[in-house]
């Protein structure tokens, strides 16, 4: 399959030029192709007559979206629009993804695929704009949530715990629930999905929920460190976007694809960083 990916700077986008090594990838980053820009994009669809657009190219500053929603919405509904036009327009299938954070975060159980959305932030109403926008334009869409994303390439909240691991104690917030998803297990699921052409809208996260104050005892476990994690209710760590609490996903589409446990996807991570 010929895969025109967009966003291949960020961390999906390092784990898949990793794992689609079947495909051939025509890989572009942010200053080779920004997606706010149609003609841009129309151009390169041109000339790479793909299989399929993945775009795993977004504006992923959550609490600063608050501050500048119009740079939130550019990246993260009218550049998938922009792709949205450009592959309809031809007939290919065109794979985004999404977020947790179009859901409120208010649930006690899993989300799946048919709850309905109900962000609660810029960056969570950008995103779901986004979908929309996809969905609209383009029946041949794949739509991907996931949640708590991290790699050893790129910036995320594993990363930042596990540089901090070396003070005595670390404070960690212990009302906060989600699904953490290692970008290589993800890669490898969207590798799957998009040969199905079942498209639609998936939930594909690491498998089981843990709470931030559980997921970095387990980080600490595994890198045999001995750092006090103290746990804290999200209060005492206030931020400008308001983060869904729960933010556990999971799927009833058909095929339905899962992810190894959460657990196995730290484990490599730890491995694939010593
Ligand atoms: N990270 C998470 O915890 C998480 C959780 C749930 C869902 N997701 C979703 O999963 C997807 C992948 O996330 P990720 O963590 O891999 O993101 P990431 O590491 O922040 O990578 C996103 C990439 O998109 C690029 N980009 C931003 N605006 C662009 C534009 N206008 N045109 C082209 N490229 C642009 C960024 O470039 P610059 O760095 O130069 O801006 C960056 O390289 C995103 O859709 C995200 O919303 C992420």
């Not at 929603?69 to 990246?75: I, V």
């Not at 947790?100 to 649930?107: A, I, T």
């Not at 404070?171 to 970008?183: E, H, K, L, M």
């Not at 709470?211 to 400008?240: C, H, N």
Request: charged content about 15%; aromatic content about 8%.
């Amino acid at each position: 399959m010929h895969i025109l990916l967009t966003g291949a700077g960020g961390q999906l986008g390092h784990a898949i030029q990793g794992i689609f090594s079947n495909h051939e990838v025509f890989a572009y980053d942010r200053q080779q192709l920004d997606i706010t820009h149609l003609e841009a994009i129309r151009a390169s669809v041109a000339t790479h007559t793909p299989d399929l657009v993945l775009n795993a190219a977004a504006y992923n500053a959550v609490d600063q979206a608050e501050r500048d929603p119009e740079a939130a919405y550019r990246g993260n509904a009218l550049g998938p629009r922009n792709l949205a036009l450009a592959t309809a327009a031809r007939g290919i299938p065109l794979l985004h993804m999404s977020t947790n954070y179009v859901f409120d975060g208010l649930s006690h159980r899993p989300y799946h695929e048919f709850d309905v959305p109900h962000p609660q932030s810029v960056y969570g109403q950008s995103k779901l704009a986004g979908e929309e926008a996809v969905r609209a334009l383009n029946p041949k869409h794949y739509i991907v949530r996931t949640s708590w994303l991290y790699h050893t390439h790129g910036n995320n909240f594993i990363k930042t715990m596990r540089a901090l691991s070396q003070q005595p104690e670390v404070r960690v917030v212990d009302d906060q629930f989600g699904s953490p998803t290692y970008a290589p297990h993800l890669a490898a699921a969207l590798a799957r999905l998009v040969t199905t052409e079942a498209f639609g809208t998936y939930h594909i996260a690491g498998r089981g929920g843990t709470s931030r104050f559980d997921l970095i005892q387990t980080l600490y476990a595994l890198l045999g460190v001995r750092s006090q994690v103290k746990s804290i209710p999200s209060a005492e760590m206030p931020r400008l976007a308001k983060c869904p609490s729960y933010a556990v996903l999971t799927t009833l589409q058909e095929p339905a694809i899962h992810l190894p446990p959460w657990q196995d996807g730290l484990a490599q991570f730890v491995q694939s960083a010593l």
